[in-house]
């Protein structure tokens, strides 16, 4: 049944899965560290289409907290990839109101990569049109760990009873605090799974899952995945009269 175009949900944070980095490479006879040269390309025309698009909250899965098993030299490559990503788009960012926030356990992080990162978000700080979350070194499981402890030690200083411990402790404590949920998520490279991403953000969001590889990803797919989110009907538990309700349609459209 068509839906009527003021029943498109709102669309405020995407997060995106990029993989297929290393087949896309591997396909052509190509080393794996091709494909992830190609992905930062990827990346830089996406973080423009969704600037274009008037997105404002954009998080990324660049590196997992499982990805540090993988061989030394791929983990090497992907760093320096970071170090130049940050070097070359900091001025790009700066003019497009960019602000990077990086979310994950940044103290398996060396010293270097470390001081780029929170040099590149104290310098893109007050950009306002669009908050690019890179989640490195991340995992949901490993977050809502970090985040329990932090929770147990306050209740250990006696600063919080355990019967009164709710959800927002929980949304105020994770890497994630002060970013809405993510609306849409978006999986490349046909994998179906979330692989550790975002375990408790992505509650409620829509599923997005695209045969391409990242580096084959580009503004055209991008929008393909949105005008998709766009046909979505979201009812969070709820019937879906009470959502055609919520949205402040005078009548369902059934
Ligand atoms: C995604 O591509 C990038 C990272 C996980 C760092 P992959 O490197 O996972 O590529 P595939 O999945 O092996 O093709
Ligand atoms: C997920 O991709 C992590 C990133 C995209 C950074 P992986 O390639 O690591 O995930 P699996 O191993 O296919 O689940
Ligand atoms: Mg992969």
Redesign the pocket.
């Known amino acids: 049944m068509p839906k009527s175009a003021n029943s498109s949900p709102a669309l405020h944070h995407l997060a995106i ?3 297929g980095n290393g087949r896309w490479a591997e396909e052509r006879g190509l080393p794996r560290v091709a494909g992830h040269q190609q992905g930062v390309r990827t990346v830089v025309e996406i973080v423009d289409e969704c600037v274009a698009q008037g997105i404002s909250y954009l998080t990324l ?4 907290s ?2 540090w098993g993988r061989p030394q030299s791929e983990i090497e490559t992907l760093m320096a990839l970071l170090l130049e990503f940050m070097a070359s788009q900091r001025q790009r960012m700066l003019d497009d109101g960019v602000s990077l926030r990086v979310i994950g356990d940044d103290s398996r992080l060396s010293d270097e990569v470390r001081t780029a990162l929170r040099n590149a978000e104290q310098d893109t700080a007050s950009g306002s049109r669009m908050v690019l979350t890179l ?1 490195l070194s991340y995992g949901g499981r490993d977050e809502i760990v970090r985040a329990t402890r932090k929770i147990a030690q306050r209740v250990a200083a006696g600063e919080l009873a355990p019967e009164a411990i709710g959800s927002a402790d929980f949304e105020s404590t994770l890497d994630t605090a002060g970013l809405p949920d993510p609306d849409l998520l978006i999986r490349t490279s046909g ?1 179906l ?1 979330i ?1 550790n ?1 975002l375990l408790w953000q992505l509650a409620y969001a829509e599923l997005y899952f695209v045969d391409a590889y990242w580096p084959d990803f580009g503004p055209v797919e991008l929008r393909r995945a949105l005008d998709s989110y766009r046909q979505r009907r979201r009812r969070f538990g709820l019937t879906a009269e009470q959502t055609a309700e919520g949205e402040g349609l005078s009548n369902s459209a059934s």
């Open positions: 899965i990029m993989d899965f660049a590196f997992s499982e990805n989640a994998e799974r692989s991403f």
